[in-house]
């Protein structure tokens, strides 16, 4: 069956340091999403692509980076980790850029110390 | 400014029982909404949706209506079922593309048997 997977799905990190959260699709889709999670904001997006080597910045973009090299992967970088980035996020990917409809990840779960 | 409000956190209700999700959009250029719902430890899965040009769509025990003159959408679980227990979400977008998809906060069910 098709699925998005997402590691790891807990790190603890410190601040400043470097971290690759990775999202694997096998459905084929062109688009991916990164959101965030945090109490009292629902999903916040983040970065997105619709094809390979196209990459776009979401609502909440600052800190954080992606590279779409092939379909099936998007990770996802914070080049320097700041406290106010411990969330928890959600890969997904979409056969329809129009209606939303969402394939999600199980979630990585990132705390900085 | 939120554009899309659930402004109940969490709702109980009994198994056998109706549940009623409500969602309130500011934006009149949306056009597509959907529910999601989420367990714990998971991403969240789509659930229903429903077109602009809709007032009410059904799948199963899921029935969403739309009110575009009041700006709400509902969500009616019938019968509801302790499996129902988790975070929904409600969502909305424009046809400019799933990177404008706004989620709401989201809401805590709990169907207790």
């Known amino acids: 069956d098709a699925e998005i997977t997402q590691s790891p799905r807990h790190k603890i990190t410190e601040t400043g340091r470097q971290v690759t959260l990775a999202c694997h699709q096998t459905w084929n889709h062109n688009n991916m999403f990164w959101y965030r999670q945090d109490l009292g904001h629902g999903l916040r997006l983040i970065h997105y692509?619709?094809?390979?080597?196209?990459?776009n910045k979401g609502e909440v973009s600052d800190g954080y980076s992606v590279s779409r090299s092939n379909t099936e992967d998007l990770p996802l970088t914070l080049e320097s980790a700041a406290s106010s980035q411990t969330s928890v996020y959600f890969c997904?990917?979409?056969?329809?850029?129009?209606?939303?409809?969402?394939?999600f990840g199980e979630g990585s779960r990132l705390t900085v110390l | 400014d939120q554009q899309v409000k659930q402004n109940s956190p969490s709702l109980s209700v009994q198994e056998g029982r109706i549940s009623i999700l409500n969602c309130d959009y500011t934006?009149?250029?949306?056009?597509?909404f959907l529910w999601y719902k989420k367990y714990p430890a998971e991403g969240p899965t789509f659930l229903i949706s429903i077109s602009s040009i809709k007032d009410k769509n059904e799948d199963g025990r899921f029935t969403v209506f739309l009110n575009k003159s009041a700006k709400h959408l509902s969500l009616h679980i019938v019968p509801s079922q302790p499996g129902d227990s988790a975070v929904y979400f409600c969502a909305a977008s424009d046809q400019g593309g799933s990177e404008k998809l706004v989620f709401g906060k989201g809401m805590k069910l709990t169907v207790n048997p």
């Open positions: 997904a990917s979409s056969e329809s850029t129009v209606t939303g409809e969402l394939f």
């Open positions: 934006n009149s250029m949306f056009d597509y």
């Open positions: 692509s619709y094809g390979v080597q196209d990459t």
